[in-house]
T-cell receptor, first 117, second 115 residues
Framework: GAVVSQHPSRVICKSGTSVKIECRSL??????MFWYRQFPKQSLMLMATSNEGSKATYEQGVEKDKFLINHASLTLSTLTVTSAHPEDSSFYICSARDWPGEHYGYTFGSGTRLTVV | QQQVKQSPQSLIVQKGGISIINCAYE??????FPWYQQFPGKGPALLIA?????SEKKEGRFTISFNKSAKQFSLHIMDSQPGDSATYFC??????????????FGSGTQLTVLP
């Protein structure tokens, strides 16, 4: 089945530094990837939609200069949290659409726990 | 606004019992309704999904019931096991060839299956 690899699974960084999270589709080409943020005991909040070779589309209220998204190839999208602050601490999850594929599923990565100290 | 409303927020079931989680949607253009299971510290994993051309889909102990006229769908977990204890999310999307639309998620249900 479709597999999405997300790395790192956990990262702790100092306030003011930048952190990059990678999301790779391992066995399929993902023209579109999605980035979510999830707070404890809450649902997934879509941050942005990443299209290969073009600029990401950010949801309302998401700072594009803080959350830089790059989707340079059909199998890799990255999210860079710039000048991270403690309030950016959260669980970040990527997802890729398996298209064309034998099923219509959106496959999710395993998530990245970001802690900013 | 495209919304998917999910209930209950939390559910406690005895081992062997039936767990039922309900969702309702507003956008009649939605044509793909998946359920995801999420364990703490992990990403969501697709459990089962249904298209609106069928009223029920069963995979093992998991069944989706779909009521198009009522714009509702539900997940039934038969013979619930402690290992099923997780957070369950319903979702909806519009499938469009050549374009990937985002999923709209429900608020989630924390299921606890007691041994």
């Amino acid at each position: 089945g479709a597999v999405v690899s997300q790395h790192p699974s956990r990262v702790i960084c100092k306030s003011g530094t930048s952190v990059k999270i990678e999301c790779r589709s391992l066995d399929f080409q993902a023209t579109t990837m999605f980035w979510y943020r999830q707070f404890p005991k809450q649902s997934l909040m879509l941050m942005a939609t990443s299209n290969e070779g073009s600029k990401a589309t950010y949801e309302q209220g998401v700072e594009k200069d803080k959350f830089l998204i790059n989707h340079a190839s059909l199998t890799l999208s990255t999210l860079t949290v710039t000048s991270a602050h403690p309030e950016d601490s959260s669980f970040y999850i990527c997802s890729a659409r398996d298209w064309p594929g034998e099923h219509y599923g959106y496959t999710f990565g395993s998530g990245t726990r970001l802690t900013v100290v | 606004q495209q919304q998917v409303k999910q209930s209950p927020q939390s559910l406690i079931v005895q081992k062997g019992g039936i767990s039922i989680i309900n969702c309702a949607y507003e956008n009649t253009a939605f044509d793909y309704f998946p359920w995801y299971q999420q364990f703490p510290g992990k990403g969501p994993a697709l459990l089962i999904a249904i298209r609106p051309d069928v009223s029920e889909k069963k995979e093992g102990r998991f069944t989706i019931s779909f009521n198009k006229s009522a714009k509702q769908f539900s997940l039934h977990i038969m013979d619930s096991q402690p290992g099923d204890s997780a957070t369950y999310f319903c979702a909806a999307s519009i499938l469009q060839k050549g374009s990937a639309r985002q999923l709209t998620f429900g608020s989630g249900t924390q299921l606890t299956v007691l041994p």
